[in-house]
């Protein structure tokens, strides 16, 4: 009974963890199980060891000669050379540093694709809440409908209506009936997508109510903000410390390379050992690799500052739609256009307004119920996009 009673919790446990209650559920599923997340991850481990990797040793290098002389049988002697070569002492320290933002720059762009996905995320969950909300609004629709054809075909049984009337609300009926099906249509591709992003794990989503907007309206703060914590100004940022660095990397490398080894030599009648002490001078290798690295350098820093230009003109844009999609939502009285929908609904029903006249007139409040929506939506999307450094 024990063994049961824990399976059924288990089971329980996990059903439970499919119910996304709210938006913020669903980023931190997609943030744990986002496949291409996942694969960033390992691939900048592999970036991260091959950054390492090129301020290492050199591998050593073993020589073996055999000699041979006339008249004497078999070798008559041997020489076996075992030598180390690396840089210079201070180019490793160098070469340290700039892996080290070079590292960083791999830190931050992983960040800006996760940021990114779970935006792509919270904007499929945004046009959920109001496919959600349009199907909300379409079962009222058909609802006022069916009531309307149950009085009509009754009154068309006593003469009080006409066929015309009762075929009037039928099309209605068929058009709402469409409208349901291309919103159950669209909710499907916007839910399969947000499973994709999920790893496609099961995932259900029938929140509502969008959260609060945020209340920020100083431009300055918010680029103030943005610029401090962008992912991919933070990358460039590193770019141009690892180009520095990279700089003083390509400077020190006219220092020689030192090389260091054994040798042993043999022969019939004596053996000698002895160390090896020698270096390269670089008169070829690194001709001209200051001047490319000062010019990656200045470039690197011209890319910057280009987007960092672009990030503050798309801030202000979306600051400037922000506020006027606040104005535009602010416009819509819900409340009025929900009781003059009943009033026209008890109108028709009363006699004292025809079916015509009551659809034309609802279809148009519905209208404005559906803008209000579609306002409310990209009103959300905007600040989403605003404050997508914060996911």
Request: one cysteine or more.
């Amino acid at each position: 009974m024990k063994r049961i009673v824990i399976i059924i919790a288990v089971c329980a446990c996990g059903l439970s963890s499919l119910q996304a209650q709210d938006v913020d559920d669903v980023l931190r599923s997609v943030a744990q199980h986002n496949k291409s997340i996942q694969a960033r991850q390992k691939s900048d481990e592999a970036e991260k060891l091959g950054i390492e990797a090129e301020n290492g040793l050199q591998d050593p290098t073993v020589e073996y000669s055999s000699f041979y002389s006339r008249g004497v049988s078999g070798q008559s002697g041997s020489e076996l050379v075992v030598t180390q070569g690396f840089d210079f002492p201070t180019v490793y320290g160098a070469r340290h540093r700039a892996g080290r933002e070079r590292k960083a720059a791999v830190d931050h762009r992983a960040e800006a694709l996760r940021r990114d996905i779970l935006l792509e995320a919270k904007n499929l969950c945004l046009d959920l809440i109001r496919l959600n909300q349009e199907s909300d609004l379409l079962a009222q629709r058909m609802q006022n409908a069916d009531e309307l054809l149950r009085l009509y075909e009754e009154k068309l049984k006593a003469g009080d209506a006409t066929l015309i009337e009762v075929n009037k609300i039928k099309m209605e009926r068929m058009s709402i009936q469409t409208e349901v099906l291309q919103n159950r249509a669209a909710h499907r591709t916007a839910l399969q997508s947000l499973l994709a992003l999920n790893g496609n794990l099961p995932l259900t989503f029938d929140t509502r109510k969008y959260s609060a907007l945020p209340e920020t309206r100083d431009f300055e703060t918010l680029c103030s903000e943005t610029l401090a914590r962008d992912a991919d100004l933070q990358a460039a940022e590193a770019d141009i410390r690892a180009a520095a660095r990279t700089l003083d990397v390509n400077r020190k490398s006219w220092w020689p390379k030192i090389e260091i080894g054994y040798r042993r030599n043999t022969s019939e009648d004596m053996k000698e050992n002895g160390f090896i002490v020698g270096g390269s001078i670089p008169l070829f290798s690194n001709r001209r690799q200051v001047k490319i690295a000062r010019a990656q350098s200045i470039g690197t820093q011209l890319e910057t500052e280009a987007l960092r230009l672009k990030t503050e003109a798309e801030l202000r844009s979306g600051f400037n739609e922000l506020q006027q999609l606040r104005e535009a939502l602010s416009v819509y009285d819900r409340t009025l256009m929900e009781q003059s929908l009943e009033l026209l609904k008890e109108s028709v029903k009363g006699g004292e307004l025809s079916v015509t006249d009551y659809f034309v007139e609802a279809d148009q409040i519905y209208r404005n119920f559906q803008s209000s929506m579609e306002v409310e939506n990209q009103c959300q999307k905007t600040a989403a996009m605003l404050y997508k450094n914060r996911l």
